[in-house]
């Protein structure tokens, strides 16, 4: 299958694109292409592209790729909106949910005659521990508190 898209070439943070016709199974920096088309600088914006041969590839079956298509509209080469080339972010959901909300779902969502039993309650908490009494031995070899001579 053939399709219409850029050929990256310049220098590191000076981009500019050939805009060529290549199989869509070839790499896109091998350079092997079955005819240059166009050139695009986004630098300097300017904008080469051979009308007739693009409308010759579009007839014959080549696909544009997303960016070429938006620069192709753009120049009016074909007619149509242009595509979303940046994909949208997935809207996140809220992290917590309310436990009533989520056992009234889970009711809802099951089947009639079904019930399913509440979610289990949180640990309750336990009573403060008591503390034990020390043995005796232990408490005899306990350091004493040091008294003063002077008493």
């Known amino acids: 299958m053939l399709v219409i898209r850029l050929f990256r070439t ?3 943070n000076q981009p500019s694109f050939k805009i060529v016709v290549t199989d869509k199974r070839e790499s896109s920096t091998t350079g092997r ?11 300097t914006k300017e ?4 009308q007739e041969r693009i409308k010759y590839w579009l007839s014959v079956g ?12 753009s120049e009016k080469i074909v007619e149509g909106k242009k ?10 959901e809220p992290a917590v949910a309310d436990s009533a909300s989520v056992a009234t779902s889970a009711k ?3 089947p009639p005659g079904k019930e399913e039993k509440p979610p ?15 043995p005796e ?12 001579k002077t008493e």
């Open 10 to 12: 310049g220098k590191k």
């Open 33 to 43: 292409s079955v005819e240059e088309v166009g050139f695009w600088n986004p630098l």
């Open 47 to 50: 904008k080469v592209l051979r």
């Open 62 to 73: 080549a696909k544009p790729s997303p960016t070429v298509f938006n620069l192709l509209v």
């Open 83 to 92: 595509i979303d080339v940046h994909k949208k972010a997935k809207e996140k």
């Open 108 to 110: 809802e969502a099951a």
């Open 120 to 134: 289990a309650e949180e640990k309750k908490e336990e009573p403060a521990k008591e503390e034990k009494p020390v």
């Open 137 to 148: 031995k232990v408490a005899k070899e306990a350091p004493k508190e040091e008294t003063s």
